[in-house]
């Protein structure tokens, strides 16, 4: 997924894409395993989004505490 269809969703919403992309991670490493994976290169790409859905969920929960600190 693109950085900027991600930065639309809120935190609850990339929590639940993050969990739906581990359960294929594991999917897909059990298949690498067992050899039937299809596209080997699935499984760095799904590990990307996964860093990049943490990495905004991060950037998003700190502007959220930034915010709250400035109004005080």
Do not use: C, Y
Not at 31 to 43: F, V
Not at 47 to 62: C, F, V
């Amino acid at each position: 997924m693109k950085p900027s269809e991600l930065r639309e969703m809120t935190i609850e919403e990339l929590k639940e894409k993050e969990k739906e992309l581990r359960k294929e991670l594991f999917n897909l490493r059990f298949q690498k395993a067992t050899g039937e994976i299809q596209n080997p290169n699935r499984i760095k790409q799904v590990k990307r989004d996964i860093a990049r859905i943490l990495t905004i969920i991060t950037e998003k929960e700190r502007q959220k505490r930034n915010n709250k600190e400035t109004e005080r």
